[in-house]
T-cell receptor
Framework: DTAVSQTPKYLVTQMGNDKSIKCEQN?????MYWYKQDSKKFLKIMFS???????INETVPNRFSPKSPDKAHLNLHINSLELGDSAVYFC?????????????FGNGTRLTVT | AQSVTQLGSHVSVSEGALVLLRCNYS??????LFWYVQYPNQGLQLLLK??????LVKGINGFEAEFKKSETSFHLTKPSAHMSDAAEYFC?????????????FGKGTHLIIQP
C-alpha cells in the first residue's frame, strides 16, 4: 500500500565504501527526486528525474549518481563514501508538469558513515 | 529563483494555545505553497497546499494557512495546540511551470508543546 518506499531504512557503513539506496513509487508519477536532510533538518534537493531529463543540483558531488531502471524506480548510488555524507536521504515523486501537485515522500534512509 | 524563510527555528506553545508558524516566500512567478510536517524518525507528510484556488487553505489535523500576496506570506495556524502536534514543520515553494525542479524548502520550525 505504501506510495513511496525506500530501502534500507538504516544504513551504516565505513568511509570509502560504495552503497545504494533503492526507491520505488506506485503512484504512477513520472518525476522522482532525491533530497538530503542534514543534521540541522535542512532539506536540499539533489536530483530530479523523469524519462526525459535529469536535473542535478550543481552542489552534489559526482560520487552521487541516480539510476532509474524504469519510471517507478529511482535508486541512488554513492561511491567512495565520506563522513560528510551522513544524513537522511528522502525519495519523492510527483506527476510530471503539475507544479501545483505536492511531492510524495518516502520515510527516508538514515545513512551513517563511520 | 524561489526561496522560503521560516521565522523561528523553535516555537514553544502551551497545550490548548494558538499555534502560529511563520513562512515568507520569494518567487518571480506565481507560487504554489505547501506545508509539510515531519514527526520524529518519519518522512514528510503534507499538511496543506495553496494552489491559487482560495487564499485560506484548510489542511489536516486542524491546521490552516492563509496566502497573503501583499505580504508574501503563508503562515500556518492552529487554534488549539495538542501534544501530538509536536514535530518539525516545513514550508515549501514551487513555481508555476517549474517542471521537474521539485520543492524548495524553508529551514523548518520545531514546534514544542508544553503541557
Amino acid at each position: 500500500d505504501t506510495a513511496v518506499s525506500q530501502t534500507p531504512k538504516y544504513l551504516v557503513t565505513q568511509m570509502g565504501n560504495d552503497k545504494s539506496i533503492k526507491c520505488e513509487q506506485n503512484l504512477g508519477h513520472d518525476t522522482m527526486y532525491w533530497y538530503k536532510q542534514d543534521s540541522k533538518k535542512f532539506l536540499k534537493i539533489m536530483f530530479s528525474y523523469n524519462n526525459k531529463e535529469l536535473i542535478i543540483n550543481e552542489t552534489v558531488p559526482n560520487r552521487f549518481s541516480p539510476k532509474s531502471p524504469d519510471k517507478a524506480h529511482l535508486n541512488l548510488h554513492i561511491n567512495s563514501l565520506e563522513l560528510g555524507d551522513s544524513a537522511v536521504y528522502f525519495c519523492a515523486s510527483s506527476p510530471l508538469g503539475q507544479s501545483n501537485s505536492p511531492l510524495h515522500f518516502g520515510n527516508g534512509t538514515r545513512l551513517t558513515v563511520t | 529563483a524561489q526561496s522560503v524563510t521560516q521565522l523561528g527555528s523553535h516555537v514553544s506553545v502551551s497545550e490548548g494555545a494558538l499555534v502560529l508558524l511563520r513562512c515568507n516566500y520569494s518567487s518571480s512567478v506565481p507560487p504554489y505553497l505547501f506545508w509539510y510536517v515531519q514527526y520524529p524518525n518519519q518522512g514528510l507528510q503534507l499538511l496543506l497546499k495553496y494552489t491559487s484556488a482560495a487564499t485560506l487553505v484548510k489542511g489536516i489535523n486542524g491546521f490552516e494557512a492563509e496566502f497573503k500576496k501583499s505580504e508574501t506570506s503563508f503562515h500556518l495556524t492552529k487554534p488549539s495546540a495538542h501534544m501530538s502536534d509536536a514535530a518539525e514543520y516545513f514550508c515549501a515553494v514551487r513555481e508555476a511551470g517549474g517542471g521537474a525542479d521539485g520543492l524548495t524548502f524553508g529551514k523548518g520550525t520545531h514546534l514544542i508543546i508544553q503541557p
